[in-house]
Nanobody, 117 residues
Framework: QVQVEESGGGLVQAGGSLRLSCAASEMFFDMDEMAWYRQAPGKQRELVASITRIGVTKYSDSVKGRFTISRDSAKNAVSLQMNNLRPEDTAVYYC???????????WGQGTQVTVSS
């Protein structure tokens, strides 16, 4: 069973930075797309950024130019560098990994990011 674990959330003032990390436990699976989603209270979960095995990235318009996604494919790990954070970035951030062998998505439990004004 693949386990996905996030780390790095916390409380930061507006304009500050945080770095989120995520790793999928099953080293024998090849993770194709890995992505970060977020869900704010009362809102639907939304895609923040994604990256494929070959490094093709995609960002939501609201984070372009502020967030950077990167991955270590050999370790099935992905990171999200978040700069110039805004109060509207406050949410629970979830990591998702798509495994080629099972053709399934695996989700982490989420990590809270809170940006104070």
């Amino acid at each position: 069973q693949v386990q996905v674990e996030e780390s790095g959330g916390g409380l930061v003032q507006a304009g500050g930075s945080l770095r989120l990390s995520c790793a999928a436990s099953e080293m024998f699976f090849d993770m194709d797309e890995m992505a970060w989603y977020r869900q704010a209270p009362g809102k639907q979960r939304e895609l923040v950024a994604s990256i494929t095995r070959i490094g093709v990235t995609k960002y939501s318009d609201s984070v372009k130019g502020r967030f950077t996604i990167s991955r270590d494919s050999a370790k099935n790990a992905v990171s999200l560098q978040m700069n110039n954070l805004r109060p509207e970035d406050t949410a629970v951030y979830y990591c998702k990994a798509f495994a080629v062998q099972t053709m399934e998505d695996y989700w982490g439990q989420g990590t809270q990011v809170t940006v104070s004004s």
